[in-house]
């Protein structure tokens, strides 16, 4: 592209390190020009891909990639990584059906070490590929990009203190984006940190270490006894690193991360370094686009936007999502209520609570990204008389599987589960797909599980959870609730019972078929049936809407079955193990000779694609539904 000369120009990393301080300035501004242009097409992360910009080419400048490793946590933060590793050409597909990804993938390339897409994971994967070269003798270098967010996962500080003992050669990027460099950091500071990252005073550091080493009676005290008075020197002068220096690691910082040539310096300093080493750079989310420089959190991710001026392009007239309506109904139970709080692991915009938090400050928990302490302290609250509401995207509720277990259903503690991006998920492939909250939640004891069809739906479902004495979960996707008009709960949702949510709903009576549709998969379902009826007269169907799917009302599906004689499953989640198998099996043990079939997602490892093609290709849309439904029609019954 003759618009970006320097990117389009570069044949590979190599030629990256032969470029002028000034050429590498250009090429940042040329990567930022890119990152946005492409992003406000597609949609994607924009703030955090413009905040490395900088230290992606000095990376790239100082290393020996793909030799050396390098693992980004969460992996939102590649793109540049992506641009400048031989994807120039191809960065416009990103995000697209068979294009580039928007997290590393070693399918990509070989520059990409290891497939990432959730948080707090880089420094445990960085520091096994570590061991595995030590072991092999291999002598490259390994480091982990890790954000000062995803630094407050339980698992980070697990590898934290693991790698701090065990001495290997890991390089820990610490990218503060939350902080700016104190006051405190004055001339003094700086001089020792420019001393610290001398090269000659490192080698010097590391021979000394070597020849004290010999000596096997005074030798390793005295080194023992160097580090601890430099510490506690550290500690009263109450530098930032002390805490990593406690943990073993050896800290450098901080840096500015948006100083090429300050970062290229200690990059190249600290590879001398033997042993674990934590470098601290900070730097601006969203930096060079003013827009994404004021509201970090909105350009965070972002559907397809105006360059102009920074605004989506979604249509004014779009209905509330099933995350809005979420965040409105609790404010309007909250008021009603003083017990109910909610808590989120660093979700609050994407779960639409962020007017909950405006209306109810000292009600709300965003506890980071740490689902686990989110539904553990969720079962505190509930054992404290408190009603918890905490809300989680579907892929990330996996990584509190246990205490949900553990915590809250062997209790049997009242706290509800709002179950945000469940299902299909669009653009950000495999690891953000929410395909295993229900065969998750199935199989857990004392759990409720619901999965709301419309917009009325949820709001009931809200009102129910402060009545039910029980865990409940309910599942929904990352798009607009259909408002629907054949259907109204009575005015006062309070007197809801749980029956009216239990019974599975008929929309249009049959004897030839039946059909049950879990949750959102109840607009097409209808939408196949109507197309259907037009080529196939004189078939009847009974289309049953299922918005509880534990416990489960089979007598209603039983009684249809019995006339119709085949059954067709339709949700929205992984098909093994999941909604489907679990009615199929108790349907085929109860009404012998039935004929069931499922539709439901078979290809987990999709790549990334929008919400409609991943549906279309699972055969969940409205073609791939009568296809389904006309090949189950076909097949003939038993007397």
Not at 153 to 158: C, I, L, S, W, Y
Not at 175 to 189: P, S, Y
Not at 486 to 496: I, N, R, S
Request: proline content about 4%.
């Amino acid at each position: 592209m003759k618009e970006y000369p320097l990117l389009s120009a570069l044949n590979g990393s190599d030629d990256l390190r032969l470029l002028s301080d000034e050429q590498k300035l250009d090429i940042a501004e040329e990567l930022r020009e890119y990152i946005v242009r492409t992003v406000s097409a597609n949609g994607g992360h924009l703030a955090p891909n413009l905040g490395v910009i900088e230290l992606t080419i000095a990376l790239l400048a100082t290393g020996d990639f793909p030799r050396d490793s390098i693992i980004f946590d969460v992996g939102h933060q590649s793109y540049a990584w992506k641009i400048l590793t031989g994807r120039f050409e191809a960065f416009p597909t990103l995000r697209q059906k068979g294009g580039l990804s928007g997290f590393p993938k070693r399918e990509e390339s070989d520059y990409d070490a290891f497939n990432t897409g959730h948080s707090s994971t880089s420094i445990s994967a960085a520091l096994g590929l570590a061991r595995a070269k030590r072991m092999k003798g291999d002598l490259s270098k390994t480091m982990a990009l890790i954000g000062d967010g995803a630094l407050g996962g339980g698992m980070a500080f697990e590898a934290l203190s693991d790698a701090g003992q065990g001495g290997e050669n890991l390089l820990v990027i610490l990218n503060d984006n939350q902080m700016c460099i104190d006051q405190a950091v004055g001339g003094m500071a700086r001089h020792l940190e420019q001393l610290r990252t001398n090269v000659r005073y490192i080698r010097m550091k590391t021979v000394w270490e070597e020849r004290l080493g010999r000596f096997p009676v005074l030798g390793k005290p005295l080194i023992n006894m160097l580090v601890k008075i430099k510490r506690r020197w550290r500690s009263w002068r109450r530098e930032t690193g002390v805490l990593f220096e406690q943990l073993g690691f050896r800290y450098y910082g901080p840096v500015d991360g948006h100083a090429l040539q300050d970062l290229e310096r200690h990059l190249r300093a600290v590879r001398l370094v033997r042993g674990p080493v934590l470098l601290h750079v900070i730097t601006t989310k969203g930096k060079g686009y003013c827009y994404a420089e004021d509201e970090p959190e909105i350009f965070h991710g972002i559907s397809p936007f105006d360059t102009k001026n920074g605004r989506t392009n979604g249509s004014p007239n779009k209905g509330e999502t099933f995350s809005q309506l979420f965040g409105k109904t609790l404010i309007e139970l909250a008021q009603e209520r003083d017990d109910i709080v909610a808590i989120t692991a660093a979700m609050a915009q994407g779960t639409g609570l962020i007017p909950f938090y405006q209306a109810f400050p000292s009600r709300f928990f965003d506890v980071g990204i740490a689902e686990q302490h989110a539904v553990t302290m969720g079962a505190g609250m509930a054992q404290g008389g408190l009603r918890p509401f905490v809300a989680l995207y579907s892929t990330f509720m996996q990584r509190a599987v246990d205490q949900i277990l553990h915590d809250v259903c062997l209790q049997n503690l009242p706290v509800t589960f709002m179950i945000d991006r469940a299902g299909l998920v669009g653009g950000d492939g495999d690891t953000h797909q929410g395909l295993y909250d229900l065969s998750i939640a199935l199989s857990l004891p004392n759990l409720t599980v619901m999965a709301p069809s419309s917009a009325e739906d949820l709001q009931a479902m809200l009102h129910y959870a402060l009545k039910h004495e029980g865990p409940l979960l309910i599942r929904y996707p990352n798009e607009q609730a259909p408002r629907r008009g054949d259907f109204e709960y009575p005015g006062d949702l309070h007197a809801v019972e749980w029956s009216d949510l239990q019974t599975l709903r008929p929309i249009q009576s049959g004897n030839d078929l039946t059909v049950v549709a879990l949750g959102v998969t109840l607009s097409d379902c209808e939408a196949a049936l109507s197309e259907l009826s037009k080529n196939r007269k004189n078939v009847s169907v009974e289309l049953l809407s299922c918005v509880t799917a534990a416990p489960f009302d089979y007598e209603t599906v039983i009684k249809s079955v019995y006339n119709t004689g085949r059954l067709l499953l339709v949700e929205d989640g992984i098909e093994t193990g999941g909604f489907s198998d679990v009615i199929a099996s108790e349907i085929a043990r109860r009404v012998p000779g039935v004929m069931i079939e499922y539709a439901a997602v078979r290809n987990p490892l999709a790549g990334q694609a929008t919400r409609n093609e991943l549906k279309e290709d699972e055969g969940l849309d409205k073609q791939g539904l009568i296809d389904s439904m006309d090949h189950l029609l076909s097949r003939k019954t038993k007397d």
